[in-house]
């Protein structure tokens, strides 16, 4: 059973910065592209960011490239997203997710946080 665990979430002002971190448990985690996605209030989950299993390639949404950057520790299991310049826009539920395939879709992701939630205030 593979288990993502996010956290790192809160409240920060405009211009702040937060590093989300998901732990990942129950599968062999560097086989596995990473991705980070995102929901705010009353809007559609939308994709945020991917990072290959080797950690060599990473994709990006526009609303995020050059303030977001996503990593991850393959002997720590661990996935992480570095965010700067943060905007009240970027307020929302953050999710990460586990897939074989190297993707912005979200149906093409097959496992599931349950979600950590930012708030930037204006």
């Known amino acids: 059973q593979v288990q993502l665990v996010e956290s790192g979430g809160g409240l920060v002002q405009a211009g702040g910065s937060l590093r989300l971190s998901c732990a990942a448990s129950?599968?062999?985690?560097?086989?596995?592209?990473m991705g980070w996605f995102r929901q705010a209030p009353g809007k559609e989950q939308d994709f945020v960011a991917a990072?290959?299993?080797?950690?060599?390639?990473?994709l990006y949404a526009d609303s995020v490239k050059g303030r977001f950057t996503i990593s991850r520790d393959n002997a720590k299991n661990t996935l992480y997203l570095q965010m700067n310049s943060l905007k009240p826009e970027d307020t929302a539920d953050y999710y990460c997710?586990?897939?074989?395939?190297?993707?912005?879709?979200?149906?093409?992701?097959?496992?599931w946080g349950q979600g950590t939630q930012v708030t930037v205030s204006s």
């Open positions: 997710a586990a897939s074989k395939a190297y993707s912005s879709r979200r149906w093409q992701y097959d496992y």
């Open positions: 990072i290959s299993g080797s950690g060599e390639w990473t």
């Open positions: 129950g599968h062999t985690f560097s086989t596995n592209v």
